[in-house]
């Protein structure tokens, strides 16, 4: 399963992004959606995920406020709206999907598709 993101780019601090994940239409409806990130040297961190219809939304603590995730059904897709970025929020942001109905959903092991990661740059 090909997961798809863009939107990434150079942005000043303080600046939006959005980030938009594309998945085949047939496990888009099926599948849990999450936003992890990595910057160079670090792990893959959480960021943000969404329930299968988009009623729940959980945030990593870092990006609680200011980040959205969202996805329209209809259209197979999820975004990441990322407002009053910070030069801390610059890393390879990638989109994830999740097929398990467990309640777990911020951990790498969670999920079981990934897309190829799209990258966010903050200047300070």
């Known amino acids: 399963v090909q997961l798809q993101a863009s939107g990434g780019g150079l942005v000043p601090a303080g600046g939006s992004l959005r980030l938009s994940c594309g998945a085949p239409?047939?496990?888009?409806?099926?599948?849990?959606m999450g936003w992890f990130r990595q910057a160079p040297g670090n792990e893959r961190e959480f960021v943000a995920a969404?329930?299968?219809?988009?009623?729940?939304?959980y945030y990593a603590d870092s990006v609680k406020g200011r980040f959205t995730i969202s996805r329209d059904n209809s259209k197979n897709t999820m975004y990441l709206q990322m407002n009053s970025l910070k030069p801390e929020d610059a890393a390879v942001y990638y989109c994830?999907?999740?097929?398990?109905?467990?309640?777990?959903?911020?951990?790498?092991?969670?999920?079981?598709?990934w897309g190829q990661g799209t990258l966010v740059t903050v200047s300070s």
């Open positions: 994830a999907a999740r097929t398990a109905y467990s309640g777990s959903y911020s951990t790498v092991y969670d999920y079981d598709y």
């Open positions: 239409r047939r496990i888009f409806s099926n599948v849990g």
């Open positions: 969404s329930s299968r219809t988009g009623t729940n939304s």
